[in-house]
């Protein structure tokens, strides 16, 4: 892997150069999601572009070799878009999502070929999740408590319960979210000993979900192999908040080795997540393998700007059902925080004694 460590170091300088090429102005953690193609929505969003930026410096060890007072700032500039009920708002994000369909799109939704178009509330929550989860890395916290989730132990366990696990990805996403809320939102007004029986539950659930033949979470047929190792991943990200292991570790690293990811961001990303969490202490020579492939999956995406897109020569088109790039070849905030997580992980099971790049807890 020795002229892979010496690639990462290049991306140690490139990456964060993309990074400033992506801001609009002097405001600290203000950033757009791509250089030329961003949309008029595309560039007046902010806050999902600044969770990406802060997260990358973060993972390229960047962050703290700021200026404090730009720290600050950033942490502030994200801190801004909380509302006085505690959810995280990005006002032209949501602006979008609440418009009325145009008539084209009315048209088409009547025969079941509409674009898709996520319920905001929805949005609020994903968004929200991801506010509080990278102000907590920074190690601060929102300036309101969110207290917008189930807190009592049986509307957990019930809102657990009437999530869709024939389907894991997003159920899974869903619920990591609660766990992150329940974890960092919850002890401002409750308890301790009624988080920790919180917490209690949900680990409860997600034991009683695990299956012992793929090492994936799911209720029913076993979904097809990308919603399966999808899936997994958001529950492992639940997981690590929780403080437990994967409940069925070597036969969910069989399930992820079975096949290759496919090469977009997410996907690529969240099979080396589920390999992470499944082997702490590094893989073996097949792991070794597959992160060689992955690496060369990767490496497609990797372009002239010093960044990555989230597609193959195209950055990323849809941030929530908001258009905000025209999908130019170029590459993306989203895209390049994603894979560089990807790589980050891939160090510590590949050349663990070389790995300097940090991991978030997303």
Request: charged share 20%.
């Amino acid at each position: 892997m020795s002229s892979d460590t010496s690639w990462f170091a290049k991306l140690e300088e490139s990456v964060p150069a993309f990074l400033q090429s992506l801001k609009p102005g002097t405001q600290a953690g203000r950033y757009l999601p791509c250089r030329r193609g961003a949309t008029a929505v595309g560039k007046e969003m902010g806050l999902g572009w600044s969770c990406f930026a802060a997260k990358t410096l973060h993972m390229l060890n960047r962050w703290d070799a700021l200026e404090l007072r730009e720290r600050e700032q950033w942490v502030e500039f994200i801190q801004n878009f909380q509302r006085g009920d505690g959810a995280f708002e990005d006002p032209p994000e949501m602006a979008y999502l609440q418009k009325p369909p145009g008539f084209t799109a009315r048209m088409l939704r009547l025969i079941g070929r509409g674009p898709w178009r996520p319920v905001p509330h929805s949005i609020l929550l994903a968004e929200s999740k991801q506010a509080i989860a990278t102000l907590a890395e920074r190690g601060a916290s929102p300036r309101h408590v969110f207290r917008d989730f189930p807190a009592t132990p049986g509307t957990v366990k019930s809102w657990l319960e009437a999530q869709n696990w024939a389907h894991p990805w997003g159920a899974g996403g869903q619920s990591a979210g609660l766990v992150v809320f329940i974890k960092t939102q919850a002890p401002a007004f409750l308890p301790q000993r009624d988080v920790d029986e919180l917490l209690d539950v949900c680990r409860d659930f997600f034991a009683s979900i695990a299956d012992s033949g793929t090492g994936a979470y799911f209720r029913g047929p076993v979904p097809a192999h990308g919603e399966l190792i999808n899936g997994a991943m958001k529950v492992l990200t639940a997981l690590a908040w929780l403080d437990v292991q994967p409940h069925y570790a070597e036969a969910l690293v069989r399930t992820c080795l079975a096949h290759p990811p496919h090469a977009t961001g997410c996907h690529l990303v969240d099979a080396v997540y589920v390999l992470h969490q499944c082997l702490p202490e590094g893989g073996d020579a097949t792991v070794r393998d597959y992160c060689e492939r992955v690496v060369k999956l990767i490496r497609v995406h990797a372009n002239d700007d010093g960044g990555f897109s989230f597609n193959v020569r195209k950055a990323q088109t849809n941030y929530y059902g908001v258009p905000v790039s025209r999908g130019l070849a170029e590459s993306d905030l989203q895209g390049t925080c994603l894979l560089v997580w990807a790589l980050a992980m891939i160090q510590r099971l590949t050349f663990p004694e070389h790995a300097t790049w940090r991991i978030i807890k997303p």
